[in-house]
């Protein structure tokens, strides 16, 4: 199987990066980074796997972290760049050079409930049902192709935190399945 280089950049716990981590012989990639905008605690995690860790810190010239995102991800010369949970909008700069191989997972059934508060958007509209999306980045906010999405029922007296939790393992499945099936072929980066 080719070499199939994956960065992944993360904002939080890195549950979605362990996830494609453990399983990364089984479908064929090598995860040559991980990427975040600060210490996080997904960052202990890739020193216990192993994998390179970059920080690239927010700054207040968005156009400036932009264009060191940009450069960090260039340097790792990436297959794929997977956006696990990273709560920051990628920038005309990163979307230039790498547009077309940056995917992003989503705690919602896309287009309904773009955005941060995805979870609890959901449960405020009192819908029965929400899920997971693997959609490609755009310049918009979730506004990007819908790769592939999983459904997830809200049971009766569920809080912002059960339901997360719900999704956050439907999502990890369906993250690590739908990079096995861009390594396949099956979906094409453009």
């Known amino acids: 199987m080719p070499n199939f280089r994956v960065v992944v950049l993360a904002s939080g716990t890195g549950t979605l990066f362990t996830a494609l981590a453990k399983q990364a012989d089984q479908i064929g990639i090598e995860i040559v980074g991980l990427i975040t905008d600060a210490q996080v605690p997904a960052c202990e995690r890739a020193r216990e ?3 390179p860790i970059t920080v690239v810190p927010l700054l207040e010239d ?8 940009a450069t960090e991800l260039s340097r790792l010369k990436p297959s794929l760049i997977v956006s696990a949970g990273f709560m920051k909008i990628l920038g005309p700069v990163v979307l230039r050079f790498h547009q077309g191989k940056v995917i992003n997972t989503h705690p919602a059934l896309l287009p309904n409930f773009p955005g941060a508060h ?3 958007d959901a449960l405020a509209a009192g819908v029965t049902e929400t899920g997971t999306t693997i959609h490609f980045v755009d310049k918009g906010i979730d ?5 592939a999405q999983t459904r997830v029922k ?8 059960s339901l997360h939790e719900r999704i956050k393992q439907a999502e990890r499945e369906l993250l690590v399945a739908t990079v096995k099936d861009i390594v396949q072929g099956k979906v094409t980066l453009r």
């Open 49 to 51: 796997l192993g994998i």
């Open 62 to 69: 968005r156009v400036k972290w932009d264009q060191n995102l």
């Open 118 to 120: 995805a979870v609890r």
């Open 143 to 147: 506004t990007g192709e819908v790769i």
């Open 154 to 161: 809200v049971e009766p007296g569920d809080t912002k935190e």
